[in-house]
């Protein structure tokens, strides 16, 4: 299995910077998308930080034999047994150490925090972990399935029968989420394990693709150009600013190839 990559940002049409981070890895065949949040470009910091507090985490650890510790694990919940699972948690839970400690340390920083997706590809298939509302869709044969479910209020309330799907859009709290790398001390990071077949096209996104695109938009951007993704970032970041571009938007493609 090949993985082809191609990822952009862009600040939006209301924003003045830009605060999301994303990275494709040079080293092995993992992607990440970081949505930061907090005033005065804390946000910003957030995102880059917990996109270079991963990438060394991976680079620390790409040979490393003895097995990977999980420094936090929610009580009651069996620990992955899989190297490589154990190991994308423990990327994000020392990137959320790290901006935790950076936000208590400086003023400035205080309350920074910043959402995350990302996907570890191995040969049987993907490992995706994220932890706030940054998603991850999967194109497979025209179809498009959302991976990731958001750590949001709104989902929250949708999951509990308090709200209806059809409600979201007057729901006044819809951008609040529920969990956050930086935010404290510890962070539950969520991971699924799917196989993945030829030629999936594999969507890492901030919400400022998410919100303003909805997914027959994306399926037919996706399908247009899925043989060019640097193309197909492009035409989604378009479309997002072209339906109001309320927030940074962030686009990342992964296809496998067999």
């Known amino acids: 299995m090949r993985l082809k990559c191609a990822g952009l940002t862009d600040t939006g049409m209301v924003r003045e910077h830009n605060e999301d981070s994303f990275l494709v890895s040079q080293t092995e065949s993992f992607v990440v998308v ?5 005033g005065h470009q804390s946000g910003e910091v957030a995102s880059s930080m917990a996109i270079k507090e991963i990438m060394e985490y991976y680079d620390a650890t790409i040979h490393q034999e003895a097995p990977i510790e999980l420094p936090f694990w929610p009580s009651g919940k069996p620990k992955p047994s899989s190297r490589e699972e154990r190991r994308v948690i423990a990327a994000l839970v ?3 150490s790290v901006i935790n400690k950076a936000a208590g340390e400086n003023p400035k920083y205080n309350g920074m925090g910043t ?4 996907a570890y590809f191995v040969e049987e298939g993907v490992i995706i972990a994220h932890v706030g509302d940054s998603r991850c869709y999967r194109l497979r044969k025209g179809v498009l399935e959302q991976m990731t479910e958001d750590h949001s209020l709104a989902n929250e309330y949708i999951r509990q029968g308090i709200l209806k799907p ?7 709290y ?3 989420i529920t969990r956050a790398i930086g935010l404290a001390d510890t962070v539950e990071v969520e991971t699924n394990f799917y196989k993945h077949e030829d030629g999936d096209i594999y969507l890492l996104c901030s919400d400022g693709l998410s919100d303003p695109v909805k997914e027959p ?11 060019d993704l640097p193309k197909a970032c492009r035409e989604l970041i ?3 600013n072209q339906n109001g571009g309320p927030d940074n938007v962030t686009a990342l493609l992964a296809k496998t190839v067999y």
Do not use: H
Not at 217 to 227: A, G
């Open 34 to 38: 970081a949505d930061g949040m907090g």
């Open 94 to 96: 020392k990137a959320n």
């Open 115 to 118: 959402t995350c997706v990302s």
């Open 166 to 172: 059809e409600d979201l859009r007057s729901f006044p």
């Open 174 to 176: 819809k951008n609040v």
């Open 217 to 227: 938009q994306l399926v037919e951007i996706l399908t247009k150009y899925s043989n």
């Open 238 to 240: 378009i479309a997002a």
